[in-house]
């Protein structure tokens, strides 16, 4: 992650900077202002260009053997899928009693045009522009308000993926919960491969394989 301290700003200056922005966005995403996720992409334009950073300080560096690598994330996406639907999904359903809410995909079932569609939107709206906003943008300002090393890592971890999560709040707790588990496999994975393209990767892929399964199947909360 990038260090405190743009190249116009002192350290001091920067982390007090970097603490009002994860607020203001908290706030964003707390009060469901507009589109939280696009509104912090404006936000982390304006961070930028305050501090004369490029995009790269927010992780978006290009990835190491590209094609091995979202090879990779592909296959490792696949497997964390299949331990949501298996393990993750039906132990809260049962937990909580409720289940992931997924009426908004009604519509989908056997509609190529409207598949097509949402999947445009999802590798777009959903990969590229929440990626940026939570693993590029909020993930690299909060860890740089805690400092460095572990605590800071887990600390910008935890904030960013609970603030993804409680952008989902349509699809219920469940489906909070899920998207913050989400949030914290695409955080991992990001921190890993030092790039935020790898988090777009499997969050795109994630995306494609929910909505083609709601596609042939209809929605799925769990394989029991």
Same mark, same amino acid.
């Given at each position: 992650?990038?260090?405190?301290?743009?190249?116009?700003?002192?350290?001091?200056?920067?982390?007090?900077?970097?603490?009002?922005?994860?607020?203001l966005a908290a706030a964003v995403v707390?009060?469901?202002?507009?589109?939280?996720?696009?509104?912090?992409?404006?936000?982390?334009?304006?961070?930028?260009?305050?501090?004369?950073?490029?995009?790269?300080?927010?992780?978006?560096?290009?990835?190491?053997?590209?094609?091995?690598?979202? #090879?990779? =994330?592909? *296959? @490792?996406?696949? &497997?964390?899928?299949? /331990?949501? $639907? %298996?393990?993750?999904?039906?132990?809260?359903?049962?937990?909580?009693?409720?289940?992931?809410?997924?009426?908004?995909?009604?519509?989908?079932?056997?509609?190529?045009?409207?598949?097509?569609?949402?999947?445009?939107?999802?590798?777009?709206?959903?990969?590229?522009?929440?990626?940026?906003?939570?693993?590029?943008?909020?993930?690299?300002?909060?860890?740089?308000?805690?400092?460095?090393?572990?605590?800071?890592?887990?600390?910008?971890?935890?904030?960013?993926?609970?603030?993804?999560?409680?952008?989902?709040?349509?699809? #219920?707790? =469940?489906? *909070? @919960?899920?998207? &913050?588990?989400?949030? /914290?496999? $695409? %955080?991992?994975?990001?921190?890993?491969?030092?790039?935020?393209?790898?988090?777009?990767?499997a969050h795109g892929t994630s995306n494609?394989?929910?909505?083609?399964?709601?596609?042939?199947?209809?929605?799925?909360?769990?394989?029991?």
């Amino acid at each position: 992650l990038a260090k405190a301290g743009g190249v116009g700003l002192p350290a001091n200056r920067a982390r007090v900077l970097a603490a009002f922005e994860v607020v203001l966005a908290a706030a964003v995403v707390l009060l469901d202002l507009a589109i939280p996720s696009a509104v912090l992409v404006l936000l982390a334009g304006l961070s930028l260009a305050v501090r004369r950073e490029r995009p790269a300080t927010l992780g978006f560096h290009r990835l190491a053997r590209p094609w091995r690598t979202t #090879g990779i =994330v592909v *296959v @490792l996406t696949l &497997a964390w899928t299949l /331990v949501q $639907f %298996a393990i993750v999904m039906p132990t809260l359903n049962r937990v909580t009693g409720t289940e992931q809410d997924l009426s908004a995909f009604n519509d989908l079932e056997g509609d190529l045009g409207l598949l097509l569609l949402l999947l445009a939107a999802s590798w777009t709206l959903g990969a590229l522009v929440e990626e940026t906003a939570f693993r590029g943008y909020l993930l690299t300002r909060t860890t740089e308000v805690v400092g460095s090393g572990t605590v800071a890592v887990v600390t910008g971890v935890v904030v960013s993926s609970a603030l993804f999560g409680l952008i989902h709040t349509e699809q #219920g707790l =469940v489906g *909070v @919960l899920l998207s &913050a588990l989400d949030a /914290v496999f $695409f %955080a991992v994975l990001r921190l890993r491969t030092g790039s935020v393209w790898s988090a777009v990767v499997a969050h795109g892929t994630s995306n494609t394989i929910g909505l083609v399964t709601v596609f042939w199947v209809g929605p799925v909360t769990g394989l029991w």
